[in-house]
């Protein structure tokens, strides 16, 4: 069974920077696969923020190009989030899916439990 554990959230101030972490565990599915990042804010649907393919290929939703970064090593996920904004503040979720080029967001099917971003002065 595959399990994502994330870690890195918490409170911060507008402007600054966080990295976020997912430890991927139990198996994936087949060699090639989609790993990323979504986010929920209260009131709002989740919406996709990162994702990487085992080939390297990365996708930013509009908000988080130039300022979020996704990026693989073995089995983690890491998200680094700069120039954080209040508009940012949202439970993060990693994410994974099934290998489809590019990586679009409809393909990941599988999320963690979450870890809670603030950003607020």
């Known amino acids: 069974q595959v399990r994502l554990a994330e870690s890195g959230g918490g409170s911060v101030q507008p402007g600054t920077s966080l990295r976020l972490s997912c430890k991927m565990s139990g198996g994936y599915r087949g060699f090639d696969y989609c790993s990323g990042w979504f986010r929920q804010a209260p009131g709002k649907e989740r919406e996709g923020v990162a994702g990487i393919g085992t080939d390297g290929s990365t996708r930013y939703a509009d908000f988080a190009k130039g300022r979020f970064t996704v990026s693989q090593d073995r089995d983690t996920v890491y998200l680094q989030m700069s120039s954080l904004e209040p508009e940012d503040t949202a439970m993060y979720y990693c994410?994974?899916?099934?290998?489809?080029?590019?990586?679009?967001?409809?393909?990941?099917?599988?999320w963690g439990q979450g870890t809670q971003v603030t950003v607020s002065s």
């Open positions: 994410a994974l899916g099934t290998y489809f080029g590019g990586c679009p967001f409809r393909v990941f099917d599988l």
